[in-house]
């Protein structure tokens, strides 16, 4: 008997294209500590998701929701796997 699959893509809210780039930005924050004149900095760096199509950005995490957001639209048995 074969299984059913099911797949799902996430796809751009604007254009609904399914492929998307990733690009970094780099930057150095810098915060001032108590009861000091000296500032402390740490380094990020940001990962954003452009749409191929459309160039709307968007996070990892915003992608994640919408990954989490079709998953709910399934009726599942959850075994733990909380990989998205
Ligand atoms: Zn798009």
Known sequence: MAKDIIKEYF???SCGNM???KE???S???HSVNFSDDLIYGRER????VCNCCGAE???EQIRQGLR????????IDKG???V
Do not use: G, L, P, W
Request: aromatic share 24%; charged share 35%.
């Open 46 to 49: 940001e990962e954003i998701y």
């Open 28 to 30: 150095i924050e810098f």
């Open 24 to 26: 970094y930005v780099f």
């Open 11 to 13: 796809a751009c809210k």
């Open 58 to 60: 968007m996070s990892y």
């Open 69 to 76: 957001d079709t998953k709910a639209k399934h009726k599942y």
């Open 81 to 83: 796997n909380n990989d």
């Open 19 to 21: 492929q998307f780039r």
